[in-house]
């Protein structure tokens, strides 16, 4: 049995949403494309129909891959949490190392750094869970402990 990963309500609605696409869309327009290069002629040298079936390949390949995510998906109640307090689906406000940095706190499968959405099982989602603003949380990272400020906790809308 798969292990179960946690997931914003944001997340989990795009996992939801991806499976949607692949399965009523996505699916139709690579059975239209093998269809259309089929009538070529000679599938052994047609690259169309090559190039079709591959991406019909990934297609239910991705869509295997989403039933068992979302199967396997434990979506955070974020009203359990108070407001206040840092835990999944948080967005904070930091002061480290002088600089004001902004993130989200989504489940792993959801880390994105270049979204600054960062894992609650991260060095620093680990260190910031259960925090409040005007907490100072040490976090032990490769370069040494860092200190850094919680400046401001707040929910999704």
């Known amino acids: 049995m798969a292990e179960k990963q946690k997931y914003t309500k944001e997340g989990y609605q795009k996992l939801i949403e991806e499976y949607e696409y692949l399965t009523k869309q996505k699916r139709e327009e690579v059975k239209t494309a ?14 169309e129909y090559d190039e079709a079936r591959n991406e019909q390949a990934k297609v239910e390949a991705r869509i295997k891959e989403l039933e068992e995510l979302i199967q396997n998906a434990e979506v955070s109640n974020e009203e359990d949490v108070e407001e206040d307090v840092i835990g999944l689906g948080s ?16 489940g792993s499968n959801e880390a994105n750094p270049f979204e600054n959405k960062i894992s609650d099982m991260s060095v620093i989602g680990k260190s910031l869970l259960g925090k409040r603003a005007g907490d100072d949380v040490a976090v032990i990272t490769n370069a040494g402990q860092v200190t850094i400020k919680v400046l401001d906790v707040s929910r999704a809308k």
């Open 34 to 47: 093998i269809a259309e290069a089929r009538s070529f002629g000679d599938l052994s040298e047609n690259s």
């Open 91 to 106: 967005f904070v406000k930091l002061l480290s190392n002088g600089r004001e940095v902004e993130y989200s706190i989504v």
